[in-house]
């Protein structure tokens, strides 16, 4: 019975069977506890001897139990650390990361040229009074200039900014000059959209007022903008046209030499003096300094969505706000314009 029995034990492969084996030789109706009960049948000499042996087998059936349990514990605690084990040098798994949108970007990397050139970067209200949208621009309500601009009225006589110009109104109106600014911003219009129409778009500003600023100091400033943005060889064209806050107003396009054509980008002029004196108005009303007047100073307004189109060969300007990924992801990595332009700080009113 003890070979039997140890030949079991030790051929138990699982706790379970190893429990089993115990239970059928040492449990309370197991084979060995059956052998200690004949004991009583026994004369006490035959007891005596039989009774050791019976209990040197149950000490050596535990003892071989205890061991057997003591492997196959290690041999589970070993194999739970190998399918446990952890490779540090595979490589982890990505997680999916946001990028900045392509428009972005572009408003970036425009702020980021003309702060080097000492310009302050502000952003301001997208719902606006007709005063600052409109009226103070030089387009009193009668002006035809108004239709041009199909505009989102709210139902308290607001409106939908449509272009970044109002806030020129707002920044003298509560700034004094000399100032150098660029507004980056949304604007809205309303019109039916196509490939080149959407009634959200954004807008990139600038204004400059001081002492004798003149239409030269215009033209450096968008011409150093086409360097920065389209190379040494971009050059810069002016041509006449009409923006009721600037007089004279001109359009500008940018020559982009590795393509060999011009871009229009957008509209500037000289800031028209009913302007300067719309502000002074309205700083007057705050009890602030009539300032403008006398002061010279440009404006320009360009549309960042245009240059990405051009640029990346975008053929749909609805395609920026659709928030399709597949479009979007594109341009997560063009290091053209990315992190850097983020730093510029700036003031938000
Ligand atoms: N606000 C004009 C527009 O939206 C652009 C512009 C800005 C023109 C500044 C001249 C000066 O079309």
Known sequence: MQEEALNAIRGADTLEALQSVKTQYLGKNGLVTAQLKTLGTLTPDERRER?????LLKQILEAATQARENELRQAALEARLASEAID??????????????VITRILYELSDIFTSLGYAVVEGQEVEDETHNFDALNMPAWHPARDLQDTFWLENG??????????QIRYMETHEPPLKIVVPGRVYRYEATDA?????FH?????VVGEGITMADLKGAIAEMGRAMFGKNARVRFQPSYYPFVEPGADFAIWWDQEQR????????MVHPNVFRAVDDLREARGLTRIYEGKTGFAFGLGPNRIAML??????IRYFYANDLRVLTQFRGDLNSTAPHARAPKETM
């Open 88 to 101: 540090v040098t595979l490589p982890g798994l990505a997680l999916p990361a946001g990028g900045l949108h």
């Open 262 to 269: 011009w871009l229009e980008l957008g509209g500037s002029g």
């Open 51 to 55: 009774g050791a042996a019976i209990n």
């Open 311 to 316: 640029r990346y060969g975008i053929p749909d």
């Open 158 to 167: 607001q409106v939908l900014r449509t272009h970044t110009s109002n806030m």
């Open 196 to 200: 080149t129409h959407e009634s959200m």
């Open 203 to 207: 807008q990139f500003e600038g204004l």
